[in-house]
């Protein structure tokens, strides 16, 4: 990955070789931690809230779910994904 931002091709890089290197590892830094973000306080609180009122419905379930609050049952939701993802990451490696 280096030797692309080496544009002299001295075998160093110099300042504003990295500075070029750091524009474009903050970008995609920025671009995947918002992701992140995005998934992590939109879309799995979502999903959960969804998924506990499908299954209060359920016999015995159901009055775990009904009992159960809604940031409780979505911080579990949450954590168990966390856990799948990084099981998911260290199995990919």
Not at 7 to 20: K, Q, S, T, V
């Amino acid at each position: 990955m280096m030797e692309q931002y080496d544009m002299n091709l001295d075998g160093l890089i110099d300042r504003e070789e990295f500075a070029e290197l750091m524009k474009k590892l903050t970008k995609e830094t920025a671009k995947s931690v918002g992701q992140n973000l995005l998934i992590g306080l939109v879309l799995v609180p979502t999903v959960a809230l969804i998924a506990k009122r499908a299954t209060e419905g359920v016999p015995v379930v159901g009055r775990v779910m009904q009992n159960l609050p809604n940031f409780v049952y979505a911080s579990i939701v949450a954590l168990g994904l966390g856990v799948v993802i990084v099981k998911e990451g260290s199995n990919d490696g």
